[in-house]
């Protein structure tokens, strides 16, 4: 077997910024720049910017033969195809399909592969994080939406068409009260559990009493998500009313992915973890209270380690280590 | 790479028979022979019985050199352990861990696998049946409960524990008018689209109506799941009626299913898909009007051509194959 090459480039693909690291087999990132993502009009010049931008790292660590490979984390990717397909984020992807992964390999000569931004993070956990050396766990993304990079037996779940992890779509309420959500449809999780879920939850629950809360200081329109962790934190007996529904509605998800995967962790990442034990008890109470008895008490809850630590690029940068 | 022997056993185990049957690889059986399950105390006897019962069997194809191993599909079996556990239907298991794989191995001198018995099926459909060729597809057995086997990249999926694919028991009504479970939970899949739960449904639509129908020939606390079935197929319209309710429930748990493992096949397997069209349309309607929009019209929705074929003992079998 040919040995592996010191470094990998991860690229973490944002609506906003893309960011290039070069990182690594022990996960330190060892230098890292980065481009808007939207001041390009075509996929070629956001391409051609993207080398530019990522050539001098790869000669910083002593040129192209140090690199094993490049990962990149983006939305709407395709991890069979290395393609971005319809993504209505970002400006040279929104109406057709980018063969992302070869435009950057021709100009740069290595190899590269794609995969949506969840199932980065869960590699990520899997490389450098809290699921180190477990081979079935969850990771759950809570920011502007839901998503989930599912692990099973060591691989990640990628389904017969490369889009299988889409946990923020599984439906919580059938019934006709089911809230809107982007994808069309009504009562998904991600409905309850996004950013502008919870600040949805926080009107609907302030509306509805006339208990004192930090919360309205503010215009009920313009509370958000980060709001409600601040007023948690504070003891604000309206905010943890808020966390717990919406620890209540990730239990029970995460009961019916137990039935589904059984898997030994969930492991939550975005700006909604940082309230800590406010929003993971509820999750692991309700879980507890409502999943299948030999389940459990089985399952661990975790705060990913990584959040601070550019985990994006790192998750990213995990996939070129893949042969 | 040493060359696998021409026969593998497989052992259909259930509440009350045990038929041992032996294979080939193209999936025949060559000749078979079984015992009654509950007539044993202890699992030292019920195994002692199963090797009578299975050793001039194993003479007949050329004795214990010509098997390459045994699977058995059996109620809370764990493929990990090897074991069963606190099975109920079992009465030499249902207070304890039975160590069975090794029980028989011992005695017989071939590899044994244990399995459970929808996860049996799924292998049997991918070595035999509907899902030959497929690496992403999940089995959805229809019987007394409702169970599944989940194949992902080829690889039955097992979980952390081994209980993986518990599909019964996700949530279909997270409201106080879910159905109770014979898990001791509310609202279960299974609850509604099990034998009992689709008689249960028959009883709830005759009793809001006072539309004719062939099922009132019978007293509703009578009436089955083959009742529903029959008056379907004459073109009973409270039956077609039940049978939407029952395909609509089907049809929103596999949406869920799609977001999670993204599968190119349902394959559905039990006395209910011998309706055919009568269920299975509605379950692939309802499933195309409720799934997330990348999975629409992806999937295929099949009934298992394996249900007259001795499938358990075949599915059961494949498992005799594994290394």
Redesign the interface.
């Known amino acids: 077997m040919e040995s592996l090459k010191p470094y990998v480039i991860g690229v973490d693909l944002g609506g906003t910024n893309t960011v290039f690291g070069i990182v690594d087999a022990e996960g330190n990132m060892i230098c890292e720049a980065s481009i808007k993502t939207g001041k390009y009009k075509t996929a070629e010049e956001f391409v051609n910017a993207g080398v530019e931008c990522v050539k001098p790292l790869i000669e910083k660590v002593g040129g192209v033969e140090k690199i094993e490979g490049m990962g990149i984390g983006a939305p709407n990717a395709n991890y069979y195809t290395g393609t971005i397909e319809f993504a209505p984020n970002l400006v040279w992807a929104h109406d057709g399909v980018v063969p992302l992964a070869e435009m950057f390999s021709s100009q740069l000569g290595v190899r590269v592969k794609l995969t949506n931004d969840a199932n980065a993070a869960a590699l990520g956990e899997m490389m450098y994080g809290a699921a180190k050396g477990m081979?079935?766990f969850i990771v759950i993304t809570l920011g502007t939406g839901v998503g989930a990079g599912?692990v099973?037996?060591g691989?990640l779940?990628?389904?017969?068409?490369?889009?299988?992890?889409?946990?923020g779509?599984?439906?919580?309420?059938?019934?006709e009260k089911g809230r809107p959500c982007g994808?069309?449809?009504t009562g998904c999780l991600e409905a309850y559990c996004s950013a502008t879920g919870v600040a949805r939850t926080a009107r609907e629950i302030l509306a509805t009493t006339d208990r004192p809360s930090l919360l309205r200081d503010k215009p009920a329109e313009e509370i958000e998500s980060l709001d409600v962790s601040i007023a948690a934190g504070k003891g604000d007996e309206v905010a943890n009313e808020i966390f717990k529904f919406t620890g209540k509605m990730l239990g029970?998800a995460c009961?019916?992915?137990a039935?589904?995967?059984?898997?030994?962790a969930f492991i939550f990442f975005g700006g909604l973890c940082k309230a800590g034990d406010l929003i993971m008890k509820p999750i692991e109470e309700s879980y507890n209270n409502?999943v299948?008895?030999?389940?459990k008490n089985?399952?661990k809850f975790l705060v990913s380690p990584l959040m601070d630590k550019n985990a994006a690029v790192l998750g990213a940068s995990a996939l070129g280590w893949e042969k």
């Not at 779940?157 to 946990?167: I, N, Q, R, S, V």
């Not at 299948?292 to 389940?295: A, E, G, H, P, Q």
């Open positions: 081979k079935d599912v099973c037996n691989k779940l990628y389904g017969h068409d490369g889009f299988a992890g889409e946990l779509h599984v439906i919580m309420d059938r019934s994808c069309g449809r029970d009961a019916d992915f039935a589904f995967s059984s898997p030994e409502s299948l008895k030999i389940f089985k399952a």
